[in-house]
């Protein structure tokens, strides 16, 4: 089932947004991912989205929390660190390593780790963006 923009997802920032929607994409493939090929694609795409937009989200948290705008940032920003861990790890124990994982138990954990950054970090956690000032260029 495809995930779709809607706007009540947007955090106001053209950029940000544009970023999330990429992120449901990567969702999506997640979801029709069917082998250990698919899933390695997946989480390779996870770990580029992440290594480039959590830097997007940080200049903005960081810019609003000096402005005492974002009481909520160190918790957003050690969000980041986690997601980018646990994908991290993900590929050096699924992909990068010898393992006898099979293709559903790898499917299966990658789906959890993108089901808890959607769930919790994009659905929630990010909600506390809107409303901020857009992050200095």
Known sequence: MALLWREAMSVGDPGLDSDHKRFLALVDDAELARNFRDAERV?????????SHFPHEEALLHAAQASGLAPEAARHLAEHRKLHSLISDFIVTN???????????????????????????????????????????
């Open 43 to 51: 989480a390779r795409g996870l770990l580029a989205f992440a290594d």
């Open 95 to 137: 992909f990068e390593s010898e393992t006898t994982v099979t293709d559903e138990e790898t499917l299966k954990r990658l789906r959890q780790i993108v089901s808890l950054w959607l769930n919790k970090h994009f659905l929630e956690t990010d909600r506390a963006l809107k409303g901020l000032p857009k992050a200095p260029d």
